[in-house]
């Protein structure tokens, strides 16, 4: 080391010292300059909501399941978003099979209880384009043997930055209509994606991409997965422009058989992605790695890095608004 390099050092340790020493002084802007497009308050707080006691736990064809099915109902209508369900914004489908918990009072010999997707809708702006649909689970384990499993990450999480989302689209009208479903039954089978993509309420070949959202507020060393690029890879270039606008870092991958991706998991099939996936759309699913509370009572609110939501969720959104602008 020269000099003129220590000279230059000796100047960026005496700036680093003053920075220290005032701590109003002005610290050098991060290299990615990242926008804020969503409120972080609401977000926490609609996270913190789902997650609470109050829904239990948000169990398939449960009372608290019922609840946040109903609350965001609430949430669509009050973003204004346009109803696309079969009844309303409801999708309701029926849980066929062994359900974990059937709720108490459900009539014997019915053909099971009642689960419902939540479906909303935001038009395109001019020449009829293909859908962009934007999904997130908000079922999660309910209630068992009286302990509560929240979900605050796995996923109350990602349906709270799908409201972020639709309430900014709302606000900024997307080129591509926009389709947001909240899915029930996923951790039972990814039932209300199989229910959503069978049902053809929306064609899978009107579908330009589906982007979901499971478990999305949990990142360690500020990561975020995006899969899907394997299969599509025209995502690749879109997503590195994300990058260079987003705080946070995003690793591709996930999407490949194990074996061929160096003893990286396959999630292709691990979210209602994978039903978007077989069915022959373009999917993206931005998630974290797994950890330690995922399907564990301690899956709570306290445990959500704010900052790093925060900045995950605008993330979204600006991927959503780079796709608008680029998918076909
Ligand atoms: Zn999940």
Redesign the pocket.
Known sequence: MGWVARSLLLIIVVAALATAAFPGAQTPAPAAASTSYVNRGQLMRDMGTLSSPAFEGRGPGTPGGLKAREWIVGEFRTAGLSAAGTDNFLQPFVLAGSVPSPPPGDATGAPGPMAANVVGRIPGRGATRKLLVVTA?YD?LGLRNGVLYP?AD??AS?VAALLAAARYFVRNPPRHPMVFVAFDA??IGLRGARAFVSSRLVAPGEIGLAVNL??VSRGSANEIFAAGTAYSPWLTPLLEEVQSRSAVTIRMGHDRPEASAGGLEDWTHL?DHGVFHDAGVPFVYFGVEDHPDNHEPTDTVERINPRFFGDVADMIVEALRTFDEHVN
């Open positions: 689970h999660h979900g796995d996923n990602g996923e951790e499971d478990m979210s």
